[in-house]
């Protein structure tokens, strides 16, 4: 008799399949790694901002002694940032940290979470993770249908998950439909607003969802510094949300889950409003290049307000890995969107202006 260990709804999981590093493909290829160009997990293109790079040095002195837990400094700057007491907020191990606590501190097992289809994958490994039923409604033109999702609440919904901007879809929500759906939904169900793009919004989408949280107190709202911050291998995101759910959150959290580097360059990159403009300039740049590039290519694509856009590339179910190899062995590292159901799409991220050259010249060998 074979053993099986763990709860069958942990042995169903299928593991997240994250953008493969530039050692993984030189190695795999036969590349020179400095010649591959990695557009598969919408880091920022810039890398790290100097004025984190100054902080990382300054705190390294202090990394024989534990992280301070509960983030003074950090907290103080994100609670002046955004108006909120600094209890309002908690950080995270990346803002996946976030998603995943909430998951667990406001839902049982066996009770349900609704999400959107082609949503965030982190929703699907958080329900299954805690035993909890999903409940997914179909998307509308590759976006959540907030009507749809109201629909499906269930009397044992706790939590509802929604990305705005989505991924890997790119799709956006304006601010009045997004808090017309808040408002419609049931006090007793927690609403995790995953902003993690909110950064690259042109200013005639921006929307205050921090007002929404004074407002709703089953809101969190989820942000992260792996994005337009350029701190994506610290691991670094904060939730705002009412002290009703920032304290389910508290009991859960690791105690020193945010590490001191991370920290220290949070509150610098905070600061660094220079930065993060410079970062959403260079990302609609290169959001208009790449999408004329998929007119003139005849390529259908989903328009996008992240840093990263959905592109098909043909209509069978083998061509997203078909291109996606074509391209890995030109040194192109995408990101093929199988595992989300969109097997016929790739998403690519927005580079460097010379990176997305590099991509569009190796799309269009591949696609010959
Ligand atoms: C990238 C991403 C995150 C998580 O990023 P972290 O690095 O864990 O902060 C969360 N939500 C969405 C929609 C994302 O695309």
Redesign the pocket.
């Known amino acids: 008799m074979t053993t099986q260990f763990g709860p069958s709804y942990v042995r169903a999981i299928a593991p997240y399949v994250a953008g493969k590093p530039i050692s993984e493909v030189a190695r795999e290829f036969g590349l020179d790694e400095a010649r591959i160009v990695k557009l598969a997990s919408?880091e920022n293109p810039l890398g790290m901002p100097e004025s984190a790079q100054r902080a990382i040095a300054q705190a390294a002195s202090e990394l024989g002694r534990y992280p301070d837990s509960n983030a003074f400094e950090l907290k103080a700057a994100l609670a002046a940032r955004y108006d909120v007491p600094p209890e309002w907020i908690t950080l995270g191990n990346?803002?996946?940290d976030i998603?995943e606590m909430a998951a667990h501190a406001f839902v049982e097992r066996g009770q349900s979470i609704v999400y959107s289809q082609y949503s965030?994958a982190?929703y699907a490994l958080a329900t299954q993770g805690l035993g909890a039923r999903h409940l997914v409604t179909p998307a509308v033109r590759y976006g959540h249908d907030l009507d749809a999702m109201l629909a499906a609440i269930a009397d044992d919904t706790r939590l509802i998950f929604v990305?705005n901007p989505?991924?890997p879809t790119g799709t956006f929500i304006d601010g009045a439909a997004l808090e017309a759906f808040i408002a419609r939904v049931p006090r007793h169900i927690a609403v995790v607003l995953?902003e993690?793009y909110t950064e690259y919004l042109a200013a005639d989408k921006r929307y205050d969802s921090i007002a929404w949280v004074r407002r709703y107190p089953n809101l969190l709202v989820s942000r992260?510094f792996?994005?337009a911050y350029g701190l994506?291998g610290l691991?670094i995101?904060f939730a705002i949300a009412q002290p009703e759910l920032t304290d389910l959150l508290n009991r859960l959290r690791q105690p020193f889950n945010v590490n001191t580097l991370a920290q220290a360059a949070a509150v610098a990159a905070l600061g660094d409003t220079a930065f993060l403009e410079k970062s959403a300039a260079l990302n609609a740049e290169g959001y208009r290049t790449l999408t004329a590039a998929f007119e003139r290519m005849c390529l259908e694509y989903v328009p996008s307000d992240g840093n990263f856009v959905l592109v098909r590339m043909g209509t069978d179910d083998q061509a997203g890995d078909r291109v996606n190899l074509a391209l890995l062995k030109q040194g192109v590292i995408v990101r093929p969107v199988g595992g989300y159901g969109l097997p016929q799409w790739l998403r690519v991220t927005i580079g460097l202006p010379e990176e997305n050259a590099a991509f569009l010249a190796a799309l269009e060998r591949a696609l010959a």
């Open positions: 919408n990346g803002s996946n998603l965030f982190v990305a989505n991924n995953d993690a992260t792996s994005k994506a691991r995101g």
